[in-house]
């Protein structure tokens, strides 16, 4: 079975950082494009960025460059988002998903809420 | 980057059909055929209905289907049924490096 299992939700303070997982299982987790979408409270979807893990070929929205980093580990089927200084603003539901192409994806992980707040 | 414009809310009866309208820019939808549309029930991860403009995934129904004609595409759902009641979301490669989805509208089955 395809999964994408993301890992638990978190609470943090302003200022502090951040790394959440996303581990693949059930396909190839080298031969497909992997990325992050944000969906804030009650809002839209936003594509963040993508990461090809077989070549670590990575790509970001030009709204998130900087803000974040999106790295994997292929030995372990994971992907990561991370924050170096997390803000108010970063408060969402974090979604990992992957697809055969940079510009759609077929499978979606649960989600992974981030608050943050002093 | 501007998301994609949608129509806030679409609405209609059963039985019906109803068109979901995506509109940017020539580039982004106007460049790639490459618009993909997701359902998104509320509390639930987003599902892919239609990529590359007009395919549907296995396990997605024929009522589902996608068009696109110069800066705008389009989500037509026919024999409308309470189950689609959703939010559902437009995506268009922006560039060659990214991705840009639409801000969202949400179906409502009278």
């Known amino acids: 079975e395809v999964q994408l299992v993301q890992s638990g939700a978190e609470v943090k303070k302003p200022g502090e950082s951040l790394k959440i997982s996303c581990k693949g299982s059930?396909?190839?987790?080298?031969?497909?494009?992997i990325g992050w979408v944000r969906q804030m409270p009650e809002k839209g979807l936003e594509w963040m960025g993508i990461?090809?893990?077989?070549?670590?070929?990575?790509r970001y929205s030009p709204s998130f460059q900087g803000q974040v980093t999106i790295s994997a580990d292929k030995s372990i089927s994971t992907a990561y988002l991370q924050w170096s200084s997390l803000k108010a603003s970063d408060t969402a539901m974090y979604y990992c998903?992957?697809?055969?192409?940079?510009?759609?994806?077929?499978?979606w992980g649960q989600g992974t809420l981030v608050t943050v707040s002093s | 980057q501007s998301a994609l414009t949608q129509p806030a809310s679409v609405s209609g009866s059963p039985g019906q059909s109803i068109t979901i309208s995506c509109t940017g820019t020539?580039?982004?939808?106007?460049?790639?055929?490459?618009v993909s549309w997701y359902q998104q029930d509320p509390g639930k991860a987003p599902k892919l209905m239609i990529y590359?403009?007009?395919k549907r995934p296995s396990g997605v129904s024929n009522r589902f289907s996608g068009s696109k004609s110069g800066n705008t595409a389009s989500l037509t759902i026919s024999g409308l049924q309470a189950e689609d009641e959703a939010d559902y979301y437009c995506?268009?490669?922006?560039?060659?490096?990214?991705?840009?989805f639409g801000g969202g509208t949400k179906v409502t089955v009278l």
């Open positions: 998903a992957f697809g055969p192409k940079l510009s759609y994806f077929d499978y």
């Open positions: 059930g396909y190839s987790f080298t031969s497909y494009w």
């Open positions: 990461i090809y893990p077989g070549d670590s070929d990575t």
């Open positions: 020539s580039s982004d939808v106007g460049r790639y055929n490459l």
């Open positions: 590359e403009v007009s």
């Open positions: 995506c268009s490669n922006a560039g060659s490096n990214f991705v840009v």
